[in-house]
């Protein structure tokens, strides 16, 4: 069964921080690229963080140098490194895959996680 379960959220003080994890099953893992994308009520999806098959990662502008994605083939995972959270980070954080690089590339997703909350608050 293809299915994505994310993990991790919670409430945490500003300027704290947070790992989020997202594990798979039934797909074939290390061929698949994979993304981060939060969710606020009344907004649409904000794409934050992507990491190809060998790696590479790429970063949302408001994201870049607090956050930190990372893969694991061997346990079809993958996290998401927050630090120097901000009240502006709080969302619905979910994870998300795609099979083709092209659409990689589009920020396309071929399937979605339910999502995890995390509230930035003091």
């Known amino acids: 069964q293809e299915q994505l379960v994310e993990s991790g959220g919670g409430l945490v003080q500003p300027g704290g921080s947070l790992t989020l994890s997202c594990a798979t099953s039934?797909?074939?893992?290390?061929?698949?690229?994979m993304n981060w994308i939060r969710q606020v009520p009344g907004k649409g999806p904000e794409w934050i963080s992507s990491i190809d098959t060998v790696g590479n990662a790429r970063y949302a502008e408001s994201v870049r140098g607090r956050f930190t994605i990372s893969r694991d083939n061997a346990k079809s995972t993958i996290s998401l490194q927050m630090n120097s959270l901000k009240p502006d980070d709080t969302a619905l954080y979910s994870c998300?895959?795609?099979?083709?690089?092209?659409?990689?590339?589009?920020?396309?997703?071929?399937?979605w996680g339910q999502g995890t909350q995390v509230t930035v608050s003091s």
């Open positions: 039934g797909f074939f893992f290390s061929t698949m690229y």
């Open positions: 998300a895959l795609t099979r083709s690089y092209r659409d990689f590339l589009e920020n396309k997703f071929d399937y």
